[in-house]
């Protein structure tokens, strides 16, 4: 836990109750213009043998429960990294289009912080792309829109709330995870991307989720969603927290060769049996770009707030209540 120094909301209660929604508002809006995105609802829950469900870094446990009147068993979604792309297809998505949808979901295992909550609340996208935009400079482009949607959202919540002085960096600069290695031997992958983010200001940190020089991975990802050589991470400095603040995990989707190198990679191939992997190996699924947007995250970086809990109710220890009531920071 990080706990600034003399810390203290620049919004009552009542104002950051408004201040996320117009957040939220303008955000999205920003989003479905510069991707071109159209709004649709999304499940809290899929079937176990469904395969769709995410697996995050393969070790987190999902919530999951049997059912009166159906059989086998039910999973709350961890998030909707393959549903998006099964929903591309079967709503008729042409290349160009893509659809953003607000993501809920439990991860129970996350260690709850500054910036953590079980609770997790995210816009996710996903966009039908043509063969040859599977590259770095497509990823990129897409990235710098987002990027610039976050800038023209935190003007508009300024504007509204002149007390607010957070600036959003559009300068991205991009950065691999190797790079990242080179530059840093030293230092941890969080250290790491410290010292980038505060250096640059907003950074885009790709190639997550295959193992470095070092032997070791900068992060987990799971192998049958994101390419992970096109994937990566937006991140910005909060210098409220002093640390580097991840707002977006994001990638091009893996095609046919990417799903096969990555699941025999991790030892597990045997998903190539599930409906949905089965759809990307025949060539069923679209080719896609996609990724998720925290919904609490942005309120928090945009509001100056020093807790997630400040701006999203979930569930805290009782240690953790009292520790932030000392230091003039109020959970919902």
């Known amino acids: 836990m990080i706990y600034p120094c003399e810390y203290k909301s620049k919004l009552t209660l009542r104002e950051t109750q408004k201040a996320i929604k117009t957040v939220k508002d303008t955000f999205q809006n920003e989003l479905s213009v510069a991707l071109n995105l159209t709004r649709v609802t999304a499940p809290i829950m899929v079937t176990k043998e469904s395969g769709i469900n995410d697996d995050l870094n393969g070790i987190e446990r999902k919530v999951h429960f049997t059912m009166k009147n159906v059989d086998g068993e ?10 998006k792309r099964m929903a591309l297809y079967k709503y008729g998505f042409e290349k160009g289009e893509g659809l953003y949808t607000d993501m809920n979901a439990i991860r129970r295992d996350d260690d709850t912080d500054n910036l ?7 816009w996710d996208w996903c966009r039908v792309i043509a063969s040859e935009e599977r590259n770095i400079d497509f990823l990129k482009d897409i990235v710098e829109k987002i990027v610039k949607a ?55 940190l790709m190639q997550i989720g295959g193992k470095l020089k070092s032997g070791k991975k900068h992060d987990g990802r799971a192998p ?3 390419d992970w050589s096109l994937n990566g991470d937006i991140i910005v400095w909060d210098e409220l ?5 991840e707002i977006s995990s994001m990638g091009i ?6 799903l096969i190198s990555q699941l025999e990679a991790e030892g597990c191939s045997e998903r190539k049996n599930f409906p949905f992997h089965k759809m990307i190996l025949n060539g069923t699924l679209p080719l896609t770009i996609g990724g998720g947007i925290g919904q609490s995250r942005l309120c928090m970086l945009l509001l100056e707030k020093a807790h997630i809990g400040e701006v999203q109710c979930s569930i805290w220890s009782k240690e953790m209540r009292r ?3 000392e230091h003039n920071i109020y959970l919902l």
Not at 116 to 122: K, P
Not at 253 to 258: A, C, T
């Open 241 to 245: 927290l002093g640390c580097a603040f």
């Open 323 to 325: 520790a932030c009531e």
């Open 74 to 83: 039910a999973e709350v979604v961890q998030s909707l990294a393959k549903w």
């Open 224 to 226: 049958d969603y994101d």
């Open 150 to 204: 976050i800038a023209k959202t935190n003007e508009a919540v300024k504007e509204k709330y002149p007390v607010l002085s957070f600036q959003m960096n559009e300068n991205v600069f991009f950065i691999t995870t190797q790079e990242l290695e080179d530059r840093y031997p030293e230092l941890s992958p969080k250290e790491r991307e410290n010292k980038a983010a505060k250096e640059y200001g907003t950074i885009f």
């Open 253 to 258: 989707r893996v095609d046919e060769n990417s």
């Open 116 to 122: 953590h909550s079980m609770f997790v609340d995210q």
